[in-house]
């Protein structure tokens, strides 16, 4: 029987998908960065315009590291490149560190938001702005319905969105049409990669994806350049607020003004 129905279905080619081999994308797609991984995505990279879940263990904070690469693209392609929005974000993203790696302090806007709700409507919000690139947003407490708010949005809107949870939540139904769940390799900088969801069969076996040695180099120079600064004198230290803050009042505003 199954036989016969590839047979018949044969002349609509890519129209139809079968579901024991990898789809292509529906939309458009952002190269990872990761070789091994785009191999394994649809349309080899990001989705563009969906909801991409992100699971990792409470303790482990290893999404940069993953997103790094496609962020960067994200604002050299663009001709006026718009921010970055970080809704939620539960550090304060070291920029000298991000600039080192091609993620310049003007390419971001973290979002102060403590309660879900109030993640989700930032998140909705700079979803719907003209302006943003993209959107990463850390929803711990989230359920799928909001989700599925947020993947309408991107969808309308033609974002990338990245959603960070937790790993409690793997068992938990998710409108998201890519599930990764990220680790750290142990006694390594190599990262662990497991897809949960994609459309196509699962990935029995974890991608492993190995640290960027060059870059890290660079990461660390930068970090030692930093603390000189500080010592240096608060005048110093005040470039990197500066930076940090510069271009933030319109973006702002662009995202106030859609709600």
Known sequence: MSESLSVSFSHLGEAVW?????????GATLTSGHTALDAQL???GWPV????EILQAHSEHNEWRLLLPALRSVASLSVKPGPVVLVGAPHIPFVPGLAAQGLVAPSLLQVLAST???RLWAAEQSLRCAAVQAVLAWLPQTRAEPLRRLQMAAHANNKLLFVMRPTQVRTESSPAVLRLLLASQPQSDALLLHILKRRGRPLEQPLTLPADNVRLSVLLASGCSRVACVASGPATARVWASDWLQGMPDAVGCIASAA
């Open 42 to 44: 649809p349309g080899g």
């Open 49 to 52: 315009g969906a909801v991409c």
């Open 18 to 26: 079968r579901a024991d081999s990898l789809a292509g994308a529906a």
């Open 116 to 118: 879900p709700d109030e």
